[in-house]
């Protein structure tokens, strides 16, 4: 009786497991991150770099951003680049 219950368990674990396998294959890869980016977004992107980035560092860091004109910020909106909103904002 023992050995029946340890392999019913030992069977149960072994499908429990593979299951679990098969989800993984069909969860998205980066959950957090945004998808491609158009032409047209790289292209406003660069632009943004090239006229903020004074550092050259490839990114734009807080006070880089906040001297961002606001026609700028404009262009960014309109090409959906805009700022991430938070988790506590879409409730």
């Known amino acids: 009786m023992l050995r029946a219950l340890i392999l019913a368990v030992g069977l149960v674990s072994c499908l429990t497991l593979t299951a679990t ?32 980035d004074k550092n050259k560092d490839g990114k734009l860091d807080a006070e880089e951003r906040k001297a961002i004109s606001a026609e700028d910020k404009e262009k960014l909106k309109a090409a959906g680049l805009g700022p991430r909103k938070k988790k506590d904002e879409g409730k």
């Not at 989800?23 to 992107?45: C, F, H, I, S």
């Open 21 to 52: 396998a098969d989800d993984d294959d069909k969860k998205p890869a980066d959950k957090g991150k945004r998808g491609q980016l158009t032409e047209e977004q790289l292209k406003v992107r660069k632009e943004i770099l090239a006229k903020y």
